[in-house]
């Protein structure tokens, strides 16, 4: 399975946030939705759930 990644760098931002979360796709979802409400003052909701999955990438893995 590839592991999923959400970017905050990849997101406008006013703070400027660098935060990066990897792994299984519903658990990135999980905590990308928790720190855009706890951090970034969003309300957690199926669209916001929606917009961060929409914007997840497959990690990349140097080989």
Known sequence: MTRKVADC???PSVS???LTIA???EEVVRAAAEHAVSV???TDSPELRQMVRDSLED???NV
């Open 9 to 11: 760098r990849k997101s």
């Open 16 to 18: 400027g946030c660098t």
């Open 23 to 25: 792994g299984e796709e």
């Open 40 to 42: 970034h003052g969003h």
């Open 59 to 61: 990690e990349k893995v």
